[in-house]
């Protein structure tokens, strides 16, 4: 909590002082020669949850950043000399905008905040006051004065016309502050009444009028965002307005780009899931169910659930992916009479639906498993060396289903490979190294995509030629087909031993949480479970993460469990954003891509081999060779070509961004912006 008279504005006699002394040219030079000013962020860092915040988005978006950590005594001192210099015979601003935690963080009368308030000046540079208090010093009124100070937990805030002309145009209006938890305070802040020089972005209901929470303070020739509510990186209020926030402070031209991406991939379809079973809390048919030999039972779509699910798709406006195995699908059929009118369902709405191969019959393609043990162990050989499946039953498990699909009209790309239950991969503790046998395998087949499980390895990492892309596991179980078995199985794994659950959340209290009480198991599912599953999703969707969520095909059959939980991410997501900024469904391989190039970009940043600035209205941005740079720049942005111009990126959420890289016989990437 930031408390009121802390933070005063610094004397007038310190910052005419403070201006003296900056190294910069006077302003006739300055008229003649136009400042360098670098595309990096100075965060003044006090170890505070908003600041912390701020600083994840600008890593998480490929935003370079230098962070000077108050709290140690070896952080360099901010001066005239570490925030500008002269390049060339060209003035240097080192930042193009400052991250603060109050908008005085260094003290009453301070000598480094004299100097930054003479840089700010002098380049016309933004600062944003991560958390403060309302008050005269930010441009606002006290709390006391048509304001409020207090918790604000499910407080409906709304983006103002000013904001919704200016940094914040990509929202719909609505920024509702959650509110998760009636036993625990969740946000607090300050609401205060503007004036002079105070232009208020969001603000929210006080009394009969209403109060600012966000604004921007233009006084003495700089400007400065003014935040008045405490946050932290995973709060949706904060994820709304965190783009609008770099937007502002960088004038609308920085590296690295921002997307909400949402993709789902529904494994095992043509195959059918194991059910779970309410008596002997297991699942018969899978490993370690004791007693349920004979009590199996098994979850597969029908027609008419396929029938649904396009009908679906179009309703909402968003492509599902199906990771399909023809071979189980045939097994099934033959066990079946001959027929599957599912197969033939979705064989022929196959073009309304995106495809990857999932495996011919879905073995698991590591070692070779002992399953008479809990838990299951690999088997070894006479010479005490782990058996493994052998590449040519990998590949033909690849290849097969390649040719099924292409045997049935169903376009894949073949380069994209989920394994069943991303067998093959490391399986700590059973399985600690990948099967030597699967990178060769998915070289046979020109696999260089290769799904892996996000719980498991939130990392991309090589497969031999090959890449992974880490999913995201969604808690709609595969082995549930009705929402009372799923409140049945979440109870189980969710409550004490007491309450006749699994006691799991008792033994790993740092991982899971359990619940106070069993959830009704007729109404637990829709009340209690997919709100927060939602929840869980709408945070990966606005967190720039581009990595794919996965169900199974069994969500998709009986109660459709599946749905309740995407129609309230994409209805909230399509009530929050405008339709400049909709969202991203792609490929794994796009995933995959941007992964690939997120690493290389994040790691050149690093090693500082990124120069990027801008002099006026000319932007050069310059990587090492083969690294290719996000960029983020204002509609009507024109991209410099051996000859001529063309339109920069692509459109999003109100301004224009790509991965970018020079052109042929170019050395840097120039960009004019308008």
Request: hydrophobic residues 35%.
């Amino acid at each position: 909590m930031v408390h009121k008279n802390r933070m005063n504005r610094l004397a007038a006699v310190c910052l005419a002082a403070a201006i003296a002394s900056v190294a910069v040219p006077g302003a006739a030079a300055r008229a003649a020669v136009t400042p360098r000013i670098d595309l990096r962020v100075l965060v003044v860092d006090d170890g505070g949850s908003s600041v912390e915040a701020i600083t994840a988005e600008l890593r998480d978006t490929g935003v370079p950043y230098t962070r000077v950590d108050l709290g140690s005594a070896s952080r360099p001192v901010v001066n005239a000399a570490f925030l500008a210099d002269t390049v060339d015979g060209r003035p240097r601003a080192k930042f193009q905008s400052v991250v603060l935690p109050n908008e005085n963080p260094f003290g009453e009368g301070s000598a480094e905040m004299a100097a930054l308030t003479a840089y700010e000046t002098a380049y016309g540079i933004r600062q944003v006051d991560a958390y403060t208090w309302a008050h005269p010093g930010v441009g606002l009124e006290y709390t006391d004065n048509g304001g409020y100070s207090g918790t604000l937990d499910g407080t409906q805030a709304a983006v103002t016309a000013a904001g919704k002309a200016g940094p914040f145009s990509y929202l719909g209006g609505e920024v509702a502050f959650e509110d998760n938890s009636a036993l625990i305070p969740e946000s607090y802040g300050y609401m205060g009444k503007p004036r002079t020089g105070y232009t208020s972005y969001l603000d929210a209901p006080v009394g009969s009028g209403r109060a600012s929470l966000v604004g921007e303070y233009t006084h003495d020739g700089r400007s400065e965002l003014v935040v008045t509510f405490g946050y932290n990186q995973y709060q949706q209020q904060f994820r709304l307005l965190a783009r609008g926030i770099v937007e502002w402070m960088t004038q609308g031209v920085h590296l690295g780009q921002e997307r909400n991406y949402f993709a789902v991939h529904v494994d095992d379809v043509f195959a059918p899931d194991a059910r779970w079973n309410k008596d002997l809390d297991c699942t018969p048919g899978d490993y370690a169910c004791a007693g349920g030999e004979g009590q199996e039972s098994t979850i597969r779509m029908t027609a008419a659930d396929a029938v649904y699910a396009a009908q679906w798709q179009t309703s909402k406006n968003f492509k599902l992916d199906m990771l399909f195995n023809g071979g189980a699908g045939e097994e099934w059929k033959a066990e079946n009479g001959g027929v599957d009118a599912l197969t033939a369902q979705l064989v022929a709405d196959r073009a309304k639906y995106r495809w990857m191969n999932h495996t011919y019959t879905h073995p698991f393609l590591g070692c070779v498993q002992d399953t008479t043990t809990v838990p299951w162990t690999c088997t070894k050989n006479s010479a005490g060396a782990i058996n493994w499946m052998s590449r040519a039953e990998i590949s033909a498990q690849i290849r097969d289903n390649n040719n099924w699909a292409a045997s049935k009209g169903i376009t894949t790309d073949r380069t994209e490979l989920v394994t069943g239950e991303h067998s093959g991969l490391k399986t700590n503790p059973q399985q600690a190294q990948d099967n030597p046998n699967l990178a060769g395998a998915l070289a046979d087949n020109g696999v260089k995509w290769a799904g892996s499980d996000n719980s498991r390895e939130p990392a991309q990492r090589a497969v031999g030629a090959a890449l992974t892309v880490p999913r995201h596991p969604m808690n709609v179980y595969y082995n549930t087909g009705t929402n009372a078995e799923m409140a049945d199985e979440y109870n189980w794994i969710y409550t004490s031993r007491a309450d006749g659950g699994s006691g799991i959340c008792e033994d790993n209290p740092g991982t899971s949480t359990c619940l106070p009480a069993p959830l009704d198991v007729q109404t637990g599912y829709l009340d209690y479970i997919v709100p927060a599953e939602a929840r869980t999703a709408m945070r990966h969707v606005l967190n720039n993460d581009p990595r794919p969520h996965y169900v199974h095909q069994s969500n998709l059959a009986e109660d459709r469990t599946l749905y309740p939980v995407l129609n309230q991410v994409l209805d909230t997501y399509r009530t929050l954003y405008a339709p400049s900024a909709p969202i991203v469904n792609q490929s794994m391989k796009d995933t995959g891509v941007e992964l690939q190039r997120r690493a290389a970009w994040n790691a050149a940043v690093a090693a500082n081999q990124v120069t990027a600035y801008r002099i006026g209205k000319v932007v050069t941005v310059k990587a090492p060779s083969g690294v290719v740079a996000p960029v983020t720049a204002p509609t009507g942005t024109r991209k410099q070509l051996l000859l001529g111009t063309a339109d920069f990126g692509t459109a999003y959420a109100g301004s224009r961004s790509t991965w970018t890289a020079p052109e042929l016989l170019q050395s840097a990437v120039t960009l004019n912006t308008p």
